[in-house]
């Protein structure tokens, strides 16, 4: 199914040396994983990863490698280390994971907690999405928006110390 | 374990990109890895929202059963917040690649030792 293509994708990605590929692949990626979100009704995340996973961070990525090689260096040591050091983490993971409940269970404690008000229409705004992000959690969204500005404050004191490079794309996070 | 297929592709998209943060010396790669590891994350807090036969959380009276909003509503921050992060980190990378000349971790660290080696040459030979 769809995971099982996203999974794929991310296969070809690991093994996939020049770079060009990979930025495209992760593009395809942030488009398969906004699908995959539809299917969860999650639609303004959707929106979200396709307009912001698939297209700035491609740019953002292009541009980077515009100012670098595109092609990554041949690996000078086997990967055994790193190799089992992630399937050690994936197998404790997924032991963990098999005591969450199951998927789609009505009664798990995510669907009784602070939802059932939420889903009231307290705040007269039918997309609850955005009346959660805006009057519920409004605070998250300001630390939100402080995180944007430092990182976009961070990439102009990083790249504007030589004028000839031009790093103007990188500006725009 | 049908029930926790989905949990199952998150992990493995998380060792994935666990895997390439590690293994790969290429900044640009090692970033690219960051990100899929974030997405897995994505995957992690929205599958557990969904309800069966539940629409998008927009309210109208034709439906009854919508999926749980919040974890849209994190992941909506969090994937504006691993963009600002991506741009940073590039920057970054592009920075290095200005002084050092390369991307690539072991030519770096190369670089350095060779560096710190011929200042402490340096240094014996005024004393």
């Known amino acids: 199914m769809l995971l099982v293509l996203v999974a794929i994708v991310v296969l070809v990605l690991a093994s996939v040396r020049n770079l060009f590929a990979v930025v495209v692949l992760s593009g395809i990626y942030s488009f398969l994983m906004a699908t995959v979100m539809v299917a969860l009704d999650a639609v303004d995340v959707a929106m979200t990863e396709a307009a912001v996973g698939a297209g700035i961070s491609t740019v953002l990525l292009l541009g980077a490698l515009h100012l670098c090689k595109s092609e990554e260096a041949k690996p000078t040591h086997r990967p055994w280390l790193p190799l089992s050091l992630s399937l050690a983490t994936g197998v404790l993971l997924i032991y963990g994971a098999m005591g969450l409940p199951d998927f789609a269970d009505p009664q798990a404690p995510i669907h009784q907690h602070v939802v059932p008000r939420y889903l009231q229409n307290e705040v007269q705004v039918p997309n609850v999405v955005t009346a959660v992000l805006a009057s519920f959690r409004g605070y998250d969204t300001l630390g939100e928006t402080t995180v944007v500005f430092t990182a976009g404050a961070g990439v102009i004191a990083l790249l504007r110390r030589r004028k000839p490079r031009k790093g103007g794309e990188e500006g725009r996070g | ?127």
Request: hydrophobic share 50%.
């Open chain 2, 1 to 127: 374990m049908i029930e926790h297929f989905s949990y199952i592709v998150t992990v493995f998209l998380m060792i994935a990109g666990l895997y390439i943060v590690i293994a790969r010396g290429n900044l640009i790669k090692k970033l690219v890895g960051l990100s899929i590891f974030q997405t897995s994350v994505y995957l992690l807090y929205l599958a557990p929202g969904k309800l069966l036969g539940g629409t998008a959380p927009i309210l109208a009276p034709a439906y009854g059963v919508y999926s749980n909003p919040l974890p849209h509503v994190l992941i909506l921050t969090a994937i504006v917040v691993g963009v600002a992060t991506l741009a940073l980190g590039l920057a970054l990378a592009v920075r290095i690649r200005e002084v050092y000349g390369t991307i690539e971790e072991d030519e770096i660290l190369a670089l350095d030792h060779r560096i710190e080696e011929a200042e402490e040459q340096g240094e014996e030979r005024r004393a």
